[in-house]
């Protein structure tokens, strides 16, 4: 089992960043992947990034590149998703996930392809 925990969402105004950090715990070494999804009010989970636990691929939601990034701390075994110019349509909460698969390939984007979530956060951000 891996446990995941989320930190850093809150009150954003449009343009400003906010970086948000899952920390897992438990059988940490059968992750192959981890990423972050978004849900916002009324609509479905979806894809924000998503990166090998143990290496430096990553995989980004087409309409977030450039203001997204996902990284992960070896140092503090974390991984953080540095959201920057937010805009109101990124309020939602958001969730960290993992996955046991060694591919990325298919369904790294899906959210039934994840084995692990966490809690979520909720990241609002005002205009």
């Known amino acids: 089992q891996v446990q995941l925990v989320e930190s850093g969402g809150g009150l954003a105004q449009a343009g400003d960043s906010l970086r948000l950090s899952c920390a897992p715990s438990?059988?940490?070494?059968?992750?192959?992947?981890m990423a972050w999804f978004r849900q916002a009010p009324g609509k479905e989970r979806e894809f924000a990034a998503g990166i090998r636990w143990g290496g430096s691929a990553t995989y980004y939601a087409d309409s977030l590149k450039g203001r997204f990034t996902i990284s992960r701390d070896n140092a503090k075994n974390t991984v953080a998703l540095q959201m920057n110019s937010l805009k109101p349509e990124d309020t939602a909460v958001y969730y960290c996930?993992?996955?046991?698969?060694?591919?990325?390939?298919?369904?790294?984007?899906?959210?039934?392809?994840?084995?692990?979530w966490g809690q979520g956060t909720q990241v609002t951000v005002s205009s």
């Open positions: 996930a993992a996955r046991t698969a060694s591919s990325w390939y298919p369904g790294g984007r899906l959210v039934s392809a994840y084995d692990y």
């Open positions: 438990g059988r940490t070494s059968s992750i192959g992947y």
